[in-house]
Every structure is written in structure tokens, then in C-alpha cells.
């Protein structure tokens, strides 16, 4: 099994800024893509941004240079900077991390970070 502990979500005012962390573990071999989404009050979850253990990255719309994702593949650990914070960026952040187990494949998910922006 593996576990992903996000942690770094809060309150901000808007304007501001946070960075997420997400700390995978267990017996991992290797861990393909990783990513964050968010689910907003009575809306569907969404991507915000992937990233592959290579380094590429892919960003939804409404990211617009706000925010940044970035892994460091030694620790198994994924980072979401967030610039410019908005009121509508409030949502449970998540993490998911697929790949590859020693006897099997993994597709698992966080249980999420709050954020909070204020305006």
C-alpha cells in the first residue's frame, strides 16, 4: 500500500501565497506521475497540475503562472508553490501518485489539504 501526506494548506488572504506538500511512502519502486487536483463546496474535482518523474509538467487554465509544481523524485515528495492567491482557488487540495509497487501497479489518492482564501 501507499500512503500520501499533503500537507501546507491554511487560511490566506488573497494576494497570498502557500506551498503544499506531498509525502508518498510505502513499499514504492518506482512512482510514475504525480499530481495535485482540488474539489471546491458542491463542485466536481479537477486537475490543477501533473508532473511525471522526468519533470514535465501539465497545468490547468486557470493556473495562468500562478502556480508551481515541482518533485523531488529522492524523497518521493511533491510540491504545489501557489503565487497570487484568489477566493476562488478555496478548495481541498489533493495529491495522487501512480505507479509501481515491487508486485504491483498503484493509483492512490490523499486525503486532501484545506486552503482558504479570503478576500
Known amino acids: 500500500q501507499v500512503q500520501l501526506v499533503e500537507s501546507g494548506g491554511g487560511l490566506v488572504q488573497a494576494g497570498g501565497s502557500l506551498r503544499l506538500s506531498c509525502a508518498a511512502s510505502?513499499?514504492?519502486?518506482?512512482?510514475?506521475?504525480m499530481g495535485w487536483y482540488r474539489q471546491a463546496p458542491e463542485k466536481q474535482r479537477e486537475l490543477v497540475a501533473t508532473?511525471?518523474?522526468?519533470?514535465?509538467?501539465n497545468y490547468a487554465d486557470f493556473v495562468k503562472g500562478r502556480l508551481t509544481i515541482s518533485r523531488d523524485n529522492a524523497k518521493n515528495t511533491m510540491y504545489l508553490q501557489m503565487n497570487s492567491l484568489k477566493p476562488e482557488d478555496t478548495a481541498v487540495y489533493y495529491c495522487?501518485?501512480?505507479?509501481?509497487?515491487?508486485?504491483?501497479?498503484?493509483?492512490?489518492w490523499g486525503q486532501g489539504t484545506q486552503v482558504a482564501v479570503s478576500s
Open positions: 508532473i511525471t518523474s522526468g519533470g514535465s509538467t
Open positions: 495522487n501518485a501512480q505507479g509501481r509497487l515491487y508486485s504491483s501497479r498503484f493509483n492512490d
Open positions: 510505502g513499499s514504492i519502486f518506482s512512482i510514475h506521475a
